[in-house]
Each structure stands twice: as structure tokens, then as C-alpha cells.
């Protein structure tokens, strides 16, 4: 396995670029202060555009780190960021990581966010060396599953009371696709 850090990634709509401190309000506007976006999230609403604008630029200076994953997804015909992308851990001795993303309401729906999974998922496999890619979700949000499906990841079972979130300890599911299950650009998994 060889870190590379957060490279830009393109895919047909989308950009997926490290974070600069200027993304803070866009942040707060489009996900990060809306409390139904970040229900099932780890850390709180943003109570303002500040507290976005201190992440992102804490986010910009970690993304100097060849071992740090941390993506702005931002549609071309936007601009600016609508979401993050993340690996949130990763175990190098069995090259393995999991990952976390939110996307501004605006955009649920729309396919955007397996999109941006895909492409992290391929740079991920492909260029870092991952040979488990995985990702969890509260059971109560079926739709974040529905992501880490259409993005190419299979279901492996439930963790009973495994996690914890903005609505208190839950029942996660978790999803995961292995080096050896991927296919080749262009076949679609």
C-alpha cells in the first residue's frame, strides 16, 4: 500500500478536491449547519458558518498528509462544495479503510454521491493500494445504504448496537467491496 493523500478526482459531474479554508461558508450553507443532514452524523450541526469555515481549514492543512483522505465534492456546474467524502480510519497492515460522506439535502437523490464514492473507491484500490474498502450506516437510514450499493459495495451484516450518532447508539449496518471483486473502469460493478 502506497499513501498518495487527497488527489482531485473528476468523474462526469462531479469534482472531488481537498478542502481550502474558503469552503467554510458554502459548507454551512449547503450540509454542515443543516441538522437533518447531520441526524445520523457523528458530530453536531454546525452552529455557525465560522465553526465550518475553522474545519475547513483545519481540513486544508491535513490534507498536506500523504495518509489523510479527505474530499470536497463539488457538482462543475456548482462550483462549490455540496459535501465531503472521507476515509475515516484506515489499518495499513491489512490495507483496509473505512469511509464516511454527507451531502446537502439539495442534492439527495440525484446520484451524486455514488458517483463521488465510485471514484474514491477506484483511487482507493487502484492507486493507494486498499485492499478493503468499507463503509457503515445507522440502520434508520436505509438511503446511505442505498449509496454504498449503488456505489458497488456489498452487504455483510448487521452490528447490533455498534455504533454511535446524533440519535444515540445504533444498529450499523456495514457494506465493503475487496480489491479481488473489483472490475475493470468501465464494467459497471
Not at 499513501?3 to 478542502?19: D, V
Not at 487502484?126 to 468499507?134: T, Y
Not at 456489498?154 to 455504533?163: D, N
Amino acid at each position: 500500500m502506497e499513501h498518495q493523500g487527497t488527489k482531485r478526482l473528476e468523474t462526469a459531474r462531479l469534482i472531488l478536491r481537498p478542502f481550502e479554508e474558503k469552503d467554510g461558508p458554502a459548507m454551512f450553507q449547503n450540509w454542515t449547519g443543516d441538522p437533518e443532514v447531520t441526524r445520523f452524523l457523528t458530530w453536531p450541526t454546525h452552529p455557525s458558518a465560522l465553526v465550518s469555515t475553522q474545519l475547513a481549514a483545519y481540513w486544508e492543512q491535513e490534507s498536506q498528509n500523504q495518509d489523510v483522505y479527505q474530499w470536497a465534492i463539488v457538482p462543475k456546474s456548482l462550483g462549490e462544495p455540496i459535501g465531503s467524502l472521507a476515509v475515516v480510519s484506515h489499518q495499513d497492515e491489512i490495507a483496509q479503510c473505512e469511509l464516511g460522506y454527507c451531502i446537502g439535502k439539495a442534492w439527495w437523490g440525484q446520484g451524486l454521491m455514488p458517483e463521488a464514492v465510485k471514484a474514491v473507491i477506484r483511487y482507493l484500490i487502484r492507486e493507494v493500494g486498499m485492499n478493503r474498502v468499507e463503509a457503515r450506516h445507522d440502520v434508520r437510514n436505509p438511503n446511505s445504504g442505498r449509496v454504498m450499493q449503488k456505489a458497488g459495495m456489498t452487504f455483510e451484516g448487521i452490528l447490533r448496537e455498534a455504533g454511535k450518532n446524533n440519535q444515540g447508539v445504533c444498529d450499523v449496518a456495514v457494506y465493503a467491496v475487496l480489491a479481488k471483486e473489483y472490475q475493470t473502469e468501465g464494467e459497471e460493478r
